[in-house]
């Protein structure tokens, strides 16, 4: 049995996707003597026009009917209560409203980055005390840890580095992290696993989710295919593309265009409506910058500094050297050069296991 040491016993409410993660940490939490309430947050209704594709799994999908059932069922077999909160309007007006603005205008977002910070551990802890329920911590199933220091809290990478969902979870401020568990931020996915099949919560190999949404993005962001231009950077057209909205920089597959070599998009201009793409060497970056930063284990940044950053939730951190602006952006200039930084995507900052900052990639060279 894998021990949790949160102190004594306390009130805990567990957000329930339905999922191996979030059940495991709420029976964790239970066999730890916590007095602990299910809930789980409904985000569709404003989308019910859309059909959900055949096997979906993501976390953004209609007709969650069957999917809360289980819950319960789930919640039952751990002997808790459990709770649904309806909350897309507010998924809509903040989420997705940025999901909308930020493509229209060639960006990239990461809309769970978003949806944590602001719905998960923002609105739907708010909502859910305002709705009467009482607690004094909201827990998830997510893999990272929340180290403090000098009355300061960080997001640390979890101890199963593969399974690591640090990145997603920067945004969190001081005030969430204190009031914040994570059950499995030292343990395996095996060991999670393992813990859900003995169990019995969920079939063996169960799917997990993994995207945000399944469908067609057009649906989402409401709008009609836009015919314009794929094109070089020195403004060769080499053809034409539906939407800048169905590209993301550094894709590969699925130009449609024939070349000597493989071509990646370099670029979406919302203001010329243009995909720009290049070669391989074109995609390589050594400096990125970015805004709307979110301090972690500091409250901010004297001098240059060596740390290691990630640009995108995949893969492992990078060797940089980094610095705060006078204009309270942060710049990353990496050792080794980094590929297709995407404007609209993250930058997050690692001192050692400990995120040191992070905010929304602006622009990158």
């Given at each position: 049995?894998?021990?949790l040491?949160?102190g ?5 409410l567990?957000?329930?996707?339905g999922?191996?993660d979030?059940?495991v940490?709420a029976?964790?939490?239970?066999q730890q003597?916590?007095?602990v309430t299910?809930v789980t947050?409904t985000?569709w ?10 096997g ?5 999908a209609?007709?969650?009917s069957?999917?809360?059932k ?6 039952e077999?751990?002997g808790?209560?459990?709770h649904?909160?309806?909350?897309s309007?507010?998924?809509?007006e903040?989420?997705?409203a ?13 809309p769970?980055?978003w ?13 859910a005390?305002e709705?009467g329920l009482v ?6 199933g997510?893999?990272a ?8 809290y960080?997001?640390?990478?979890a101890?199963?580095l ?16 204190a009031?914040t568990l ?6 395996t ?12 919560f969920?079939?063996v ?18 709008v ?14 080499l ?5 800048i909205?169905?590209?993301t ?12 070599r493989?071509?990646y ?7 010329k409506n243009?995909?720009?793409?290049g ?9 990125v910058t970015?805004d709307?930063?979110?301090?972690s ?5 004297d ?9 995108r939730?995949?893969g492992?951190?990078?060797e940089?050297r ?9 710049t990353?200039v990496?050792s080794d ?6 404007v609209?995507?993250?930058?997050v ?7 040191l900052a992070?905010g929304?990639?602006?622009?990158a060279?």
């Amino acid at each position: 049995m894998v021990r949790l040491n949160f102190g004594g016993m306390m009130k805990v409410l567990v957000g329930m996707s339905g999922g191996i993660d979030s059940s495991v940490a709420a029976y964790l939490l239970k066999q730890q003597g916590h007095e602990v309430t299910g809930v789980t947050m409904t985000i569709w209704n404003k989308r019910a026009h859309l059909a959900r594709p055949l096997g979906s799994t993501s976390c953004f999908a209609p007709d969650k009917s069957e999917d809360i059932k289980a819950i319960k069922r789930i919640c039952e077999k751990i002997g808790i209560e459990h709770h649904v909160l309806e909350l897309s309007d507010q998924f809509e007006e903040v989420v997705l409203a940025n999901f909308k603005d930020e493509y229209m205008d060639g960006r990239t977002p990461n809309p769970c980055v978003w949806c944590n910070a602001k719905i998960k551990f923002g609105a739907m802890v708010d909502y859910a005390k305002e709705s009467g329920l009482v607690f004094d911590k909201f827990a998830t199933g997510h893999y990272a840890r929340i180290t403090e220091e000098n009355g300061r809290y960080a997001i640390t990478r979890a101890v199963d580095l593969k399974k690591d969902q640090s990145y997603f979870l920067y945004r969190l401020s001081q005030a969430q992290l204190a009031a914040t568990l994570f059950p499995l931020g030292s343990m395996t996915k095996e060991e999670a696993r393992t813990i859900d099949m003995a169990q019995g919560f969920h079939k063996v190999y169960q799917e997990e989710s993994q995207d945000f949404y399944d469908g067609d993005y057009t649906d989402l962001l409401e709008v009609e295919n836009k015919r314009g231009n794929i094109v070089t950077q020195d403004g060769k057209i080499l053809g034409t593309h539906d939407g800048i909205w169905h590209y993301t920089i550094g894709q590969r597959k699925g130009l449609g265009i024939a070349a000597e070599r493989p071509l990646y998009v370099l670029q979406l201009d919302a203001q010329k409506n243009e995909v720009v793409v290049g070669y391989v060497e074109e995609t390589l970056q050594s400096t990125v910058t970015a805004d709307d930063v979110v301090w972690s284990s500091k409250p901010s940044l004297d001098g240059e500094v060596e740390v290691q950053a990630k640009i995108r939730s995949t893969g492992y951190p990078t060797e940089a050297r980094a610095h705060r602006n006078d204009d309270g952006t942060i710049t990353a200039v990496f050792s080794d050069s980094v590929k297709a930084a995407t404007v609209g995507q993250s930058l997050v900052l690692y001192e050692g296991e400990r995120i040191l900052a992070g905010g929304i990639i602006k622009e990158a060279f």
